[in-house]
């Protein structure tokens, strides 16, 4: 199985549509059996979705991704572990037995276990829409007593 891992200054990359480079690590029998450098210098986001594919990878290891990649490298069969942070050689260990994703290794100030939270608690809309239903609400309510 290969693995992609997003890679800047030896620690996960923070941001996967801008990475630069990846380490692609071929993995038997839980080891990493050999690794290879890709660099993707210039290269557009689908171009670096395209290689990735190319070279065979079935897991990306990142930080950040927006959700059009996102979307575009599940369509192509790539399983994403987002939001990770930290140096390379510990998540790779994590990795390998299996213990990815762990709190320990996520971004800072992400809150959610691998599940996008936009908008808040129930997904209508964060504070300010909530906050707009809360002030409705009061105001509904000092009527009704009326």
């Known amino acids: 199985m290969k693995a992609a891992i997003t890679v800047w200054n030896g620690r996960i990359s923070p941001v996967f549509d801008v990475c630069r ?81 762990t709190a320990a290794l996520d971004m800072p100030g992400y809150c959610g276990r691998r599940k996008r939270v936009r908008g808040g608690p129930g997904s209508k809309g964060g504070r300010r829409r909530q906050r707009s239903r809360l002030i409705k609400t009061t105001v509904n309510d000092k009527q009704k007593k009326e």
């Open 21 to 101: 480079e990846a380490l692609i690590l071929d993995i038997e029998k839980g080891r990493v059996v050999s690794t290879i450098t890709e660099r993707f210098e210039g290269a557009s986001p689908l171009t670096k979705i395209s290689r990735l594919s190319q070279l065979g990878v079935k897991t990306l290891i990142c930080g950040a991704i927006s959700e059009a990649l996102s979307h575009e490298l599940t369509d192509r069969n790539i399983d994403i572990i987002g939001f990770v942070a930290g140096p390379v050689e510990e998540v790779i260990q994590a990795f390998l037995s299996k213990s990815l994703p």
